[in-house]
């Protein structure tokens, strides 16, 4: 009765008001009646009245308040109304007690954490008990009533970011770590957790306990997940998930309510959701009154269900009203769609659509007893009254995939199974691949593959492979070559000799001097290039027949363009000797047979001795083509050629696509090929990214805890001396030396030493080498 009076007394209206300051936390205290704010600049306590927020008290006293008002976390004592307990970000525990006639209200100061605070929490029945967690991964239990720590726990794991008692086991607390883990603790045994499992695949951000059913326990974290755990069991098991849309910060347990909780985000979403844990897809309501990141919620009463106390980024402090939230399911469709993994096709929408005639296209569906459909299975319970969440009704519809048809997924398998994505060259890869993909029937993959061998691949020699592979197509005729000098030298002598030439008599002279396959001065095999090729000035030199200056002949620019590449009409298969004709520009013999010499100043030579452009464009040139295939490739689904090519292409690619849409595409294909059962290739996918998120993924519950061989206690990770007994932890039973590198054991006897000397001990015994006697045996 005294309950129910406590909560009939609260009321209000959704409301709020601005901060000084942006806020990381909020608490409420015992009655309902007072808000405290705290965060970087800001530690205020605000009155929660019938009209609005009044001002009570500012915390924040001095001319230059310290790093100890910068609060992470702030913590109103359930038990004892004037206490507060503040996390600072200079890695203090400070607790405040209002009761005190002072302006300064601060209590006692603990600094025994090295880093930023991240929680405090107080036990919920215990008034002089405190527990922390903090950056340098290690959580401490104070006692009020002292002036330092009772005890320390390690988890031997990063930074931890929730702390949380039992709301129902006095001696138990829960903590959630930055690579995954959540463990439970005893307060009597800080040697060691009690359990320890991975919930998420990231960090875990926050947890709660539920106020009524002892084992449950929420979590969230950067997965975007919530999940709910029951720890009543010998093995902890997850019976409920949440899926949302950003990373999870807050979760609180809706009071009154067995299966709603609240959640905010660390970024992107500015909401504050409700869910129904049973229907995890869609919220059961939603706030939406901020316009910045929520950083702090908390029910105002642990036993009304109806009044939610919000602080954000945005500097506004909100009571909201369950009855002024908005029903996402009243704005939604109750229609879906999924595919299954062999191409099956399930359709779920109102019946009253689904109740037309069947058309041609639907002679694939799957019949059922009954009809050509059937409802799911969650439709058939009677309607609860006490239910709030809406009851909707769909018809579902199956489409099976024909046997053998392109629908079918086993090209995916081959190919995953198929596809090198590392270990061999550029080019190998890309041929590999393209042939797999040839072989599987997937010609535009293939297709791929090889322009992207093209595109990015180095060629040995680029000069002489592309004078070859120009000298085949016939476009760019090659003759010999010479040095500048001598050229200019041997043509002025012949311009004299030929200068009273007529024009008419050039073929002659031509055919006569096809002896001519080698001019002297020549060294090797040179480039000339003829055509309507796109030169730089400083590179194109012309010669002039009637210079006849002993000084170095100038060099000029013809003034007529080159003649097109489609006048060519015939190509001979050799080079021919250079020739001249009077009041012209000099002319291969090749040339001079090949088009139309009229008029002649519309013919020019070039004469190089090394090529002048690279005929290769650059690789960077290709980029945005390659980006937006790729981009093609994941919109039409085929996440697993988005993948590969960004991971073979590697750095030429990857500064090119945010990280973001990387690593949405990596999670797509890791799922598909989990849901294939294909580990391997997974695991391979993961190493081989270069996507922080995605890199984690197969470090999650990976970390070793080493207990020393001779005291039983966990080490430190700090060496291998144990702190403790000052004993070498890992000694190897054959060498008797110090095991640094890969260590192996018998699980029977706990004896073991290095690899290599274990493996030579067995060849002669199968006895233990540290002479113990087992029978060791080694998998």
């Keep these: ?131 922390s967690g903090s950056q340098d991964g290690f959580m401490k239990c104070f006692d009020l009533r ?22 129902k086991d006095y001696f138990t607390f829960a903590a959630s770590f930055e690579n995954g883990n959540v463990q439970l603790w005893d307060i009597r045994r ?29 979590t969230g974290g950067r997965d975007k997940m919530v999940k709910v755990w029951d720890m009543s069991t010998n093995r902890v098991k997850e019976i409920y998930c949440v899926q949302t849309i950003a990373s999870v910060a807050r979760v609180k347990w809706r009071p009154e309510r067995r299966f709603h909780l609240a959640t905010c985000s660390m970024m992107v979403d500015h909401n ?52 002024d939230a908005s029903r996402p399911v009243d704005r939604a469709n109750p229609e879906g769609l999924c595919f299954g993994l062999f191409g099956d096709l399930a359709f779920a929408a109102k019946e009253s659509l689904m109740t037309a005639p069947p058309s041609v296209g639907e002679v694939g569906r799957k019949t059922y007893p009954g009809g050509d459909r059937r409802y799911p299975i969650f439709f058939f319970k009677k309607p609860d009254v006490t239910e709030q969440f809406a009851q909707v009704s769909s018809a579902l519809s199956v489409f099976e995939s024909e046997v053998g048809s392109s629908v079918g997924m086993d090209w995916f398998i081959n190919t995953a199974q198929s596809y090198l994505l590392s270990g061999k060259p550029f080019a190998e890869l890309c041929e590999h691949n393209a042939q797999v993909a040839k072989r ?25 492979s592309t004078n070859h592979n120009l000298n085949k197509s016939g476009n760019l005729p090659l003759v010999n070559s ?17 200068r009273q030439d007529n024009i008419h008599s050039l073929e002659t002279n031509l055919n006569n001097n096809d002896e001519n396959e080698e001019t002297e001065g020549s060294e090797g095999q040179g480039e000339y290039l003829f055509g309507d090729a796109e030169l730089d000035d400083d590179d194109l030199y012309s010669m002039e027949h009637d210079n006849q200056a002993a000084e170095e002949p100038e060099y000029l620019l013809p003034q007529e363009a080159f003649p097109l590449r489609h006048e060519i009409m015939d190509h001979p298969s050799a080079p021919e000797p250079v020739q001249e004709k009077p009041e012209s520009p000099h002319v291969s013999g090749s040339e001079a047979e090949s088009m139309c010499l009229t008029p002649m100043e519309s013919i020019s030579l070039i004469s190089v001795s090394q090529l002048l452009f690279s005929p290769h464009l650059p690789p960077k040139f290709f980029c945005p083509i390659v980006k937006e295939m790729l981009c093609y490739y994941a919109e039409q689904g085929d996440v697993q050629m988005a993948v590969s090519v960004l991971i073979v292409l590697g750095d030429r690619i990857r500064k090119e696509i945010d990280e973001l849409t990387q690593e949405h595409w990596y999670m797509s294909y890791i799922d598909l090929l989990q849901r294939f059962e294909l580990w391997n290739v997974s695991n391979e996918v993961i190493k081989l990214s270069t996507c922080g998120a995605i890199m984690c993924l197969n470090q999650t519950s990976t970390t070793l805890h080493i207990n020393c ?43 073991g030493g290095h690899l290599e000397h274990v493996m030579e001990w067995l060849k002669q015994s199968k006895h233990c080498p540290a002479g113990c006697g087992h029978l060791c045996e080694y998998t």
């Excluded at 406590?6 to 008001?17: D, H, K, L, P, W």
């Excluded at 919620?297 to 642990?302: C, D, E, L, M, S």
Aim: hydrophobic residues 35%; glycine residues 4%; positive net charge.
């Design 1 to 131: 009765m005294e309950k129910m009076n406590r909560v009939n007394a609260i009321s209000g209206r959704t409301m709020f008001c601005h901060l000084d300051a942006p806020a990381n936390a909020i608490s409420v205290c015992r009655d309902a009646t007072q808000v405290v704010v705290a965060g970087r600049n800001i530690f205020k306590i605000y009155g929660l009245e019938e009209d609005g927020f009044v001002e009570r008290l500012n915390l924040r006293v001095g001319r230059k308040p310290s790093l100890n008002f910068s609060c992470a976390d702030v913590m109103w004592h359930q038990m004892e109304e004037n206490l507060l307990a503040t996390a600072a970000t200079n890695g203090a525990v400070v607790t405040w007690n209002l009761a005190r006639p002072c302006r300064n209200k601060q209590e006692q100061l603990f600094t025994e954490h090295k880093r930023t605070v991240n929680k405090v929490c107080f036990h919920p029945t215990e008034v002089n008990m405190l527990l």
């Design 146 to 167: 002292k002036k330092e720590s009772v005890s320390t726990f390690s988890g031997q794991s990063e930074s931890v970011r929730d702390v949380q008692f039992s709301m």
């Design 190 to 218: 800080p040697d060691r957790y009690e359990r320890m499992f991975t919930a998420h695949t990231g960090p875990v951000f926050c947890c709660d306990w539920h106020p009524e059913d002892r084992g449950w326990l929420a």
């Design 272 to 323: 504050i959701y409700v869910w129904d844990v049973r229907r995890p897809f869609i919220p059961f309501a939603t706030f939406e009154e901020h316009k910045d990141v929520t950083t702090g919620i908390v029910w105002r009463h642990q036993h009304d269900p109806y009044f939610l106390l919000s602080g954000s980024k945005d500097s506004t402090l909100y009571q909201h009203m369950f009855k």
């Design 440 to 464: 599987l029937n997937r010609l535009q993959e293939s297709t791929t593959w090889t322009m992207l061998r093209i595109m990015f691949s180095e060629p040995a020699n680029p000069s002489l």
């Design 482 to 498: 010479f040095s500048m000098k001598e050229m200019s030298a041997a043509l002025n002598e012949r311009n004299k000799e030929n």
């Design 709 to 751: 061989s001779n005291c039983k206690r966990p080490m430190s990770n700090k060496g291998w001396i144990c702190d403790r007994c000052h004993q070498c932890a890992s000694v190897c039973a054959v060498c008797h030396h110090v095991v640094k590198g890969l260590f192996v054991w018998c699980q029977g006897c706990s004896h």
